[in-house]
């Protein structure tokens, strides 16, 4: 509630006030605000994506996926298996170790593959990082807008009630004074 009400006086500063000396600034850190949001629903919604379908589709580290290389090699490991139970049914051919080749070829073809986790991490490592920097951008954003109003406005203590509310009073301030209310 509180960052929408800084991102809205800022977006009002930047449309409203032509005299505002920290207009590149204030553009610069809404920029960066809006962009880290952006970012961070993109991976977010990867994520959820990478989630959603674990299983289904292998992803290597390009991205590219794997499911078509698997079915080949799957193939093979099917006409592998097939020759071998051809080979144990000749009656002029013995093969000693049937059961373990048999046993053998069905572990390789149910090997389990995750390629999808070490990504899954390193975009949740990368959201966390975000995260971070995404505070630092709403303190220095909301430092602005709050600077803004201290100096544009005669802020009378008076007017609130409870002084853990003084920022969004002066939000508020500052969205009347723009809106012209």
């Not at 009002?12 to 880290?36: A, G, H, P, T």
């Not at 949001?37 to 589709?57: V, W």
């Amino acid at each position: 509630m509180i960052i929408n009400n800084i991102k809205r006086a800022a977006e009002l500063i930047l449309l409203k006030d032509k005299n505002y000396e920290e207009v590149d600034k204030l553009r610069d850190y809404l920029k960066k605000y809006i962009d880290i949001r952006n970012e961070i629903g993109i991976l977010e919604e990867t994520l959820k994506d990478l989630e959603d379908c674990s299983g289904n589709i292998i992803i290597d580290d390009n991205g590219k996926s794997l499911n078509e290389e698997l079915e080949k090699y799957s193939n093979i490991l099917n006409e592998l298996k097939l020759q071998l139970d051809k080979l144990n049914e000749n009656k002029k051919i013995i093969v000693l170790n049937y059961k373990e080749l048999s046993d053998l070829i069905n572990k390789i073809k149910y090997i389990k593959m995750d390629i999808n986790t070490p990504l899954k991490w390193e975009i949740y490592s990368k959201i966390e990082d975000l995260k971070k920097k995404l505070e630092y951008v709403e303190w220095k954003l909301e430092l602005i807008v709050l600077n803004y109003g201290i100096k544009k406005f005669d802020i009378n203590l008076n007017d609130v009630e409870d002084l853990r509310d003084i920022n969004n009073h002066i939000y508020e301030k500052i969205i009347q004074h723009l809106n012209g209310e």
